[in-house]
Every structure is written in C-alpha cells, then in structure tokens.
C-alpha cells in the first residue's frame, strides 16, 4: 500500500488524538507525565477546525477565540463533524511552545517556540542549536503523548472507562 | 518557511538508510550539483529549484560548507518561479502575429509559424518577469534520522521529496499518524502492526442519546 493510501486509511487515528487532547486538556486533573519525570501541560486556545461530508461536498467549521465559540465547536464534534486542526498550546518546565496540529499528517502549523534570546554579534550557530533544539523538543514531547493515547487506546481500559468519559464530556458540550 | 526563525510550519520525514560513511567528502559534491541556480542563468526556464544557505537564501555557493552542524545537514529548498499572465501572452502573440501577417503579406499563418512566434514572445516576456521565490527550511538530524521540511502543501513536499532524493540517494518517507503508532508501539516493546486495531471513534451517537 503507498503512503498516500496509508494516510487514507488511517486518517481516523490523527483525528481522534485530537480528540482526546482536547478531551484530556478539558479534564484531566493533572498534566501529562512524561519519560525521565517530565511533566507537560497541554490546552487548546485560539482556533479549531472541523469538517463535515455530505452529499454536496465538505463542509468547513472554524472556530476561533473565546470560549463560547470552542464550545460550539464541541457541539459540532457531536454532530459527526470531523475534527482536523486545533490550535493548542504546551508547557513543560519554563517553556510554552504555541502551534497548530492538523489531523492528517500531524504536521504543525504556525509555531511559535519559547523565545530565543539573541545579541548583537551572537554566533548564528547557536541561534540555530537553541531553535533546532526547541523545535526536537516539542516533537519529543507531542510523541511521548501521541505513544500514550496509542497505549490508551489498545487497552482494556480504553472501552471500559477512557470512551465513556469521552462520550460524555462531549454530550456535555451538546447539553 | 522558518525553522530557524519566525513562525514555523513544518512537516516530518524519516530516510531510509543511512548517509555513506564518507557523506562529508561526497555531500558536498551532490549540493553543489543540485545547488539554486537563479533563472537569469536559466534562459527560457519558467521555474527554478535547488539548494540554499539556510541563513542566507542569496548563497548557492557554500564555500564554508556551514550546512554541516553536527549532527544536522541544514539547507533551504529555493523554488523561483516566473509567471507570464496568459492573457498578457495572447495579447502579445496577437500582435507579433499581426505584424507578420502585414510584413509577408499573408492571412492566415500556418501553426508552427504561430507555435514560433508564441514561443519568441513567451521567452521575451519572461526575459521581462520577476521571479517570485519560496524559500523552504530542510534540517536533517544524522542522528535520527529525521528530516523536517518548512513546508506542508502535498504537491510541493512531494516535489522537495524527489529532490532530496536526487541530491542524498537516500529516500524520505512522509511521517503520518500511522507511521507514528508504529513507531510508539515498538517504542514500547510491542508489535507496530497492533496500530491497525485502532478502530475509528464515532462520537454521532453521542448527539442521538
């Protein structure tokens, strides 16, 4: 199978880890624990996107701004609306990366890094190594948490638990 | 587009394989081979694509060779791009073959006749047009393997994947959701294949209870 028919197929996976990001960020009481003790807090903010199929095309949802405006876009998620792109934010330690995540390719969009200082006659070398370096560290992150929704999701635990408290935090967005 | 700096868009690609033991005694070879050339240098050439100094998109040369920064190869893809507006071409083309047709006397002008002169005005205007220029960041960690490309549109990022192709012998393999699953899993010890049990959520019957 190409790669292109891969993406097809598992275009549901990068949809519903959006998902649950924003579910988790909504609910869950603390932040993601992560390898070597690291702890990152995650949260949606700004704009989100979903899509619709039907018989005359798709159909495009933006979302963006405050919270009355998210919510609504929850309540499209319970209309069968596709969720495809959020913009979300992410905290570990002293560093907040902002970005936007779409739901296909997981590529990110729009990044802002924590800021990286520069001085008159600083080495563009090193510039490069702080960005680089922000940049590896936010993927690390994302696929530390992508590994634990993977996990989350072929455990017992997934249809006992984890999806009826996704069902109803979404009704709760309807309601 | 920004990986180094400003805002960064940006998708993933895993290569296959590994860069020869000697790569900084062949890679050099192979970016100056596929370094930018502008389309002055090109005449009749509409687009332009090569490799660019990443801090510096007017450098093809890399006489420092500063895109070794271990354990990173960092370019920029250049795509210049010179666009002659169709219905400037026509009105062009109408002309020239109007002054023919008076020159030689002549009413209907034959199509190779009209293909040439089409193809003398087309290389005029583009003589005339100024290239509009995409610059896309590539920064490729040895280590991991890893590429990340400052781009996300399919058409342009398949593109640049044949290009890195052509300059490293080496082929990048887009990284999508389920490449990724893969890779958590066998991160966990487990089979990747288990990633295809991940049946699709549906969330329609929420709505309906």
């Keep these: ?175 | 587009m920004g990986l180094v700096r400003g805002s960064a868009t940006f998708c993933r690609y895993e290569v296959e394989g590994s860069p020869p033991e000697d790569y900084v005694k062949t890679f050099p070879n192979e970016i100056l081979r596929y370094a930018f050339h502008t389309l002055d240098e090109l005449p009749g050439e509409e687009r332009s694509t090569g490799w660019v100094n990443i801090l510096d998109m007017f450098d093809s040369e890399f006489r420092t060779m500063d895109y070794f920064k271990d354990p990173f190869i960092a370019l920029s893809w250049r795509v210049d791009v010179k666009r002659i507006p169709r219905k400037a071409l026509l009105q062009y083309c109408r002309e020239a073959e109007k002054e023919v047709k008076e020159r030689e006397g002549a009413e209907y002008l034959a199509k190779p006749v009209r293909d040439e002169i089409r193809e003398g005005v087309r290389l005029r205007l583009l003589k005339r047009a100024i290239p509009q220029s995409g610059v896309y960041d590539m920064v490729w960690n040895l280590q991991t393997g890893i590429v990340l490309f400052g781009a996300t549109g399919a058409k342009l990022c398949d593109e640049f994947a044949e290009f890195f192709r052509n300059t490293f012998h080496l082929q990048p393999i887009p990284l999508y959701p389920y490449a990724l699953a893969q890779q958590a899993l066998l991160g966990q010890g487990k089979d990747g294949a288990l990633a295809e049990e991940i049946r699709p959520v549906s969330l329609v019957e929420v709505s309906q209870t």
């Design chain 1, 1 to 175: 199978m190409s790669v292109l028919d891969e993406v097809r197929e598992s275009e549901s996976l990068g949809r519903d880890f959006l998902v649950w990001l924003w579910f988790r960020s909504e609910t869950m009481e603390g932040p993601f624990r992560l390898q070597d003790g690291e702890e990152a807090e995650l949260w949606f903010e700004g704009k989100v996107t979903l899509q619709s199929e039907g018989d005359r095309g798709g159909e495009t949802i933006v979302c963006t701004g405050e919270n009355g405006r998210i919510r609504e876009a929850r309540f499209a998620l319970g209309e069968g609306k596709k969720l495809t792109r959020a913009r979300m934010h992410l905290r570990a330690g002293d560093n907040e990366w902002a970005f936007e995540l779409d739901s296909t390719w997981m590529n990110v969009h729009a990044l802002k890094t924590p800021g990286v200082f520069r001085e008159a006659g600083d080495d563009p070398d090193a510039l490069f190594y702080e960005r680089v370096f922000l940049v590896e560290k936010l993927l690390f992150l994302m696929d530390q948490i992508f590994a634990q929704y993977v996990e989350a999701r072929l455990s017992p635990v997934w249809e006992a638990a984890e999806l009826p408290r996704l069902m109803n935090w979404v009704r709760d967005g309807i309601n």
